[in-house]
C-alpha cells in the first residue's frame, strides 16, 4: 500500500536528487539530510559542532601568519572615534563615511588587522551511501516527513515486494537510527531463506574537503553485523581549535549473511537491517573517540519500534503544543509538489500549503535547536564549502530564526540562545567589541559570529563598515524580554536579562554624543546592508528604535523587582534624549534620522521599519509615522532589492501585518513560496 502523508508532514511522490531536495530529521544537535533513488540513497549525517577551524581569507599582509591571533585580535581604533566624528560631520552623509573608514582601516593595518576574517565554515559530518538494486520496476515510490515523529520514511514496490526505509534523530538517546527492510512479495518469495534485501553500504566523500586525513574503515562484528568507522581531520586553524571528528555507525541485520567489501559493508538476503549512527568532534591533541561511541551505541536497544516511540514521546510533546488549522481536511494528502506547482503555475496557495508551511517551520526549529541555536541553513548541510559559509549572522538571520519560539509555545528553545549570547566567554568578547571599537563599558554584538567566539573581526576596507553596528545587542535583549513575558520568569530576569540589559544600556551610555540641541547622536553607524556609498549615514532609525526599546524595558524590569532605582531616572532622561524619527521627501520613514538623506530602498532589509516589525513604536496611536512606514514600505517593495533572500520577504511580511494589511503580509509569504 503506497505511502500516505501524516496528518502533520510532507508527502513526496517524487526521488530528489539533490540534497537541497532531501528530507530531513534532527534533534537539535545531530541530524541527516535523507535523499536520492530507490536503489542508491544518500544519508548525510549533520552536528551542529562540526565548524571548521579559522582560516584567513583576504587583506591578508606580507610575513607570517598566526591565525590564532588573527581570530582574537580586535584592533584598538576607539582612539580614532572624535577624528571618524569630524571627518562625518564635515564631509557628510556618504562621502565622510566612505573617508572616515578608509581612515579606520589604515589604523586597523598599522596595527596588524588583517581585514574581515570568515568563520570557519559550518560542514556536512559523514556522507553515506546506500546501494540496493531494485527487482524490476519500481512503482508506488513516496517519501514522507513526519513533523510529529520526526521520521523520514521512503517506500516503493518492485518485483520482490515492498521495501521501506526509515531514519530519525532520537533526542532521548542521542544517535541516528534507521532501519531497511523487505516484505516479501508474490514474485519472489523463497520461505525461510531470508528477505531478499541486498544491500551495500560505503562512506563517500565530499568535494573541497580541507583535511590531512579521512580514514574510512569497515569491520564484521558478528555474522550478520558490522561497523562503518570514519575518521576526519582538519588541515588548518589555530592549535586551540584544530582537530577533527569521528562518525561511527553500527549496522545489524536480521537473518541472511554480511560481508566486508571495498570498504564498506555487504549484505545478503536478511528482511531487515538497522543502523545507528552517531558523530564526535575532537580537539587537537585529543583521540578520536571512536571506543567511546561504540560502547554508546551497543547499549542502545535493537529495537526500531522501541526507540522512535521514545523518540516520538519527547519530540511530540513539544510539536503538538499548537497548531495551525485552516480547513485544508483530505488536501493533507496532496504531495508537497503538486501543491508548490499549483502555486507557481496559477497562483493558488491552499489551506493544506500553509498549514505545512506553519508546521514545517515548528518542525525546523526544534529539530535543530539544541546545544546551539539553528545555524545559518538550521542544522542541514549537505555540502563542504557553503557559499555563505553557514555562520551565525547576527543582524538578522538569528533573531528573526527564534523570534517564533514564543508563539509556537516552546520557550525552552530560546535557553541555547541566552546561553550561546550570555555565556562569560562571549561577554568578555563582546566587552572587547565595546572598548577596542567604541572606548565603551557595556557590550556590542558584531554582525557575524562562531559559536565560541564573538570578536568584531568581520569587516574590512569596503565591506561596509558593520563593525559600527550597534543594535544587535538591544535587538536580542527584546526577545528575551518577550521570553519573560510569556514565561513569567522572574529569576531569567533578575539573575540573567536584567545584568545583560544593564550592560547594553552602559554601551549607550558612552557611545552616544550629545549634540548642541541636547538630542544624543548615533555615530559613526550602519544601518544593515547598506554599502558605504549606498548610504551610510548617523542615526539609523534601527539604531535609535532599539535602543529605546532596550532603555524602556530595562526601566520596567528594574521597576518591577526593584532593582537599581539610582539609575532609572539617567536612563528615562536617555530615552527622552534619543533622536526624533524624520520622514523624507518621499514621505516615508527615513532610514536615517537626518534631514535630507537619501534613502536607498533596493536593498534586502528593512532594518528601519525595526519600531514597526519588532518594538510596535509605530502604530495607529502615532498616525503620522505610522502613514511614513507605510510609504516606506510600499516603497521597498515596489524597489524589489529583496534578492530572493527569505529574511526581507519576512520583514516585509511582518510590516504588512503590523500596518493591518492582511492582504499585503500574505503577498510577501506567496513571494517566499
Not at 521599519?609 to 512606514?629: D, K, M
Not at 530572493?644 to 520583514?651: E, N, P, R
Request: hydrophobic content about 40%; some cysteine.
Amino acid at each position: 500500500m503506497p505511502l500516505c502523508s501524516p496528518l502533520h508532514g510532507l508527502l513526496s511522490r517524487r526521488p530528489s536528487t539533490t540534497w537541497e531536495n532531501g528530507f530531513v530529521t534532527g534533534n537539535g544537535t545531530l541530524g541527516a539530510i535523507i535523499f536520492g533513488q530507490p536503489e542508491h540513497e544518500v544519508v548525510i549525517g549533520n552536528d551542529s559542532r562540526l565548524f571548521l577551524p579559522l582560516k584567513p581569507e583576504s587583506e591578508k599582509l606580507p610575513g607570517e601568519f598566526d591565525p590564532l591571533a588573527a581570530r582574537r585580535f580586535v584592533p584598538d581604533i576607539a582612539h580614532l572615534l572624535p577624528e571618524v566624528r569630524a571627518i562625518i560631520r564635515r564631509e557628510g552623509s556618504p562621502q565622510g563615511y566612505v573617508t572616515a573608514q578608509a581612515r579606520v582601516w589604515e589604523e586597523a593595518k598599522r596595527q596588524g588587522y588583517r581585514g574581515y576574517q570568515y568563520a570557519g565554515n559550518y560542514h556536512a559530518g559523514f556522507k553515506l551511501h546506500l546501494e540496493m538494486p531494485t527487482d524490476g520496476p519500481v512503482v508506488d515510490y513516496a517519501r514522507t516527513t513526519d513533523f510529529a515523529t520526526g521520521e523520514v520514511v521512503s517506500a516503493w514496490q518492485d518485483d520482490g515486494g515492498r521495501l521501506e526505509r526509515k531514519w530519525f534523530s532520537s533526542r532521548p538517546h542521542d544517535a541516528l537510527v534507521g532501519v531497511m527492510s523487505r516484505t516479501p512479495g508474490p514474485v519472489r518469495f523463497n520461505p525461510g531463506q531470508g528477505g531478499g534485501l541486498n544491500a551495500s553500504l560505503h562512506f563517500g566523500t565530499f568535494a573541497d574537503l580541507s583535511l590531512t586525513a579521512l580514514e574510512s574503515s569497515a569491520t564484521l562484528a558478528g555474522t550478520t553485523g558490522g561497523w562503518l568507522i570514519q575518521i576526519a581531520r582538519y588541515d588548518h586553524g589555530e592549535a586551540e581549535g584544530k582537530g577533527g571528528y569521528v562518525s561511527v555507525i553500527r549496522v545489524a541485520a536480521r537473518k541472511g549473511s554480511v560481508r566486508v567489501t571495498d570498504g564498506g559493508l555487504h549484505f545478503d538476503s536478511p528482511d531487515a537491517v538497522m543502523l545507528f549512527m552517531k558523530i564526535r568532534p575532537f580537539a587537537w591533541g585529543e583521540t578520536p573517540p571512536v571506543d567511546a561511541l561504540q560502547s554508546e551505541i551497543e547499549v542502545l536497544p535493537r529495537d526500531y519500534d522501541q526507540l522512535l516511540a521514545a523518540q516520538a514521546k519527547v519530540h511530540g510533546a513539544m510539536f503538538a503544543r499548537c497548531s495551525l488549522d485552516l480547513g485544508a481536511g483530505a488536501e493533507h494528502d496532496t504531495p508537497i509538489e503538486d501543491l508548490l506547482d499549483r502555486g507557481q503555475k496559477d497562483g493558488v496557495y491552499s489551506p493544506a500549503l500553509s498549514e505545512k508551511l506553519y508546521d514545517v517551520c515548528r518542525y525546523a526549529v526544534i529539530s535543530s535547536t539544541g546545544l546551539y541555536p539553528p545555524g545559518g541553513k538550521g542544522l542541514w548541510i549537505g555540502q563542504w564549502q557553503d557559499e555563505w559559509n553557514t555562520i551565525y549572522t547576527m543582524d538578522v538571520n538569528l533573531e528573526l530564526v527564534t523570534a517564533s519560539v514564543l508563539s509556537a509555545n516552546l520557550p525552552e528553545l530560546m535557553q541555547p540562545l541566552a546561553d550561546f549570547l550570555m555565556n562569560e566567554r562571549i561577554m568578555a568578547d563582546c566587552r572587547e567589541n565595546a572598548r577596542k571599537i567604541f572606548g565603551a563599558r557595556g557590550i556590542q554584538v558584531p554582525q557575524t559570529r562562531w559559536p565560541d567566539c564573538s570578536v568584531n573581526i568581520a569587516w574590512g576596507p569596503t565591506i561596509s563598515c558593520g563593525q559600527h553596528w550597534t543594535a544587535g545587542a538591544a535587538w536580542f535583549s527584546s526577545l528575551f524580554y518577550d521570553y519573560v513575558l510569556y514565561t513569567g520568569d522572574r529569576v531569567f530576569l533578575r539573575e540573567r536579562l536584567v545584568p545583560f540589559m544593564k550592560e547594553v544600556a552602559e554601551f549607550y551610555e558612552d557611545y552616544l554624543t550629545l549634540e548642541p540641541s541636547g538630542i544624543y547622536c548615533f555615530s559613526p553607524a550602519w544601518s544593515p546592508e547598506n554599502g558605504l556609498l549606498a548610504g551610510a549615514g548617523d542615526n539609523p532609525a534601527m539604531d535609535i528604535a532599539a535602543c529605546k526599546e532596550l532603555l524602556t524595558n530595562l526601566v520596567a524590569s528594574c521597576r518591577e523587582l526593584g532593582l537599581h532605582a539610582a539609575e532609572i531616572p539617567r536612563w528615562e532622561e536617555m530615552i527622552r534624549r534619543l533622536p526624533p524619527y524624520v520622514i523624507n521627501a518621499d514621505g516615508a520613514l527615513a532610514e536615517w534620522a537626518l534631514p535630507g538623506s537619501v534613502d536607498n530602498y533596493s536593498h534586502r532589509h528593512a532594518s528601519h521599519l525595526y519600531p514597526v516589525w519588532r518594538s510596535r513604536e509605530i502604530t495607529g496611536a502615532t498616525p503620522e509615522l505610522f502613514r511614513a512606514a507605510r510609504v516606506a514600505t510600499d516603497r521597498r517593495i515596489a524597489a524589489g532589492g529583496e534578492d530572493g533572500s527569505t529574511h526581507g520577504f519576512l520583514i516585509l511580511a511582518l510590516t504588512e501585518a503590523m500596518l493591518g494589511n492582511g492582504n499585503g503580509a500574505w503577498a510577501q509569504f506567496r513571494r517566499m513560496l
